[in-house]
């Protein structure tokens, strides 16, 4: 059960706490997923073509595909409720499919993890979802742990608010 959640947890916090800040989940984010989940999908089709009979749950690996294709199917640059709603499907799909994915990949490497029993089960989504709101509330609360310095130096853009002054995360800004 540890791994699992550790594995999850370490997945989600990003996109949750990139939410927190800037109020978005990266493209980098979303198309990670997008590949680690066709790449899964992908295996166990060409592996263990049964297991999708068995375990039709495993058929939501191709929920950030069907993302990925509504974005392609639509006109850029729209402003319409379409967009808005295929933002925040896009936003479920990373929040709901980061801890999926996971869970499905350390079964593939890890066999017997499946047999968690439901109190374990329930504990480790727990876990994860707690993780993925302290996430959110630290990105949300990033002007009192982080300065714009640390966002910049990091590769990320200065958030509207941050505070302003030397990375509080690196020695080198700090100077000797």
Do not use: K
């Not at 680690?36 to 297991?51: A, H, I, K, M």
């Not at 069907?66 to 799909?93: E, I, Q």
């Not at 499946?114 to 329930?122: S, T, V």
């Amino acid at each position: 059960m540890a791994v699992t959640t550790v594995a999850a947890a370490g997945i989600a916090w990003w996109p949750a706490f990139t939410m927190g800040v800037y109020g978005a989940v990266f493209f980098q984010q979303l198309l990670a997923l997008w590949v680690v989940s066709t790449t899964v999908f992908l295996v166990v089709v060409v592996s263990r073509p049964g297991r999708l009979r068995q375990r039709p749950a495993w058929w939501a690996l191709m929920l950030p595909s069907m993302w990925l294709l509504l974005t392609l199917l639509l006109p850029s640059g729209g402003t319409s409720v379409v967009y808005d709603v295929l933002f925040w499907f896009g936003v479920a799909v990373t929040v709901v499919g980061v801890p999926v994915i996971a869970a499905v990949l350390v079964r593939l490497v890890l066999p017997g993890v499946e047999r968690l029993d439901r109190p374990q089960l329930g504990l480790a989504i727990g876990v994860i979802v707690l993780v993925m709101l302290a996430s959110y509330l630290l990105g949300s609360l990033h002007p009192r742990v982080l300065s714009c310095d640390d966002f910049t130096i990091s590769g990320n853009f200065a958030p509207p608010g941050c505070t302003p002054g030397d990375a509080t995360t690196t020695r080198e800004a700090r100077g000797p």
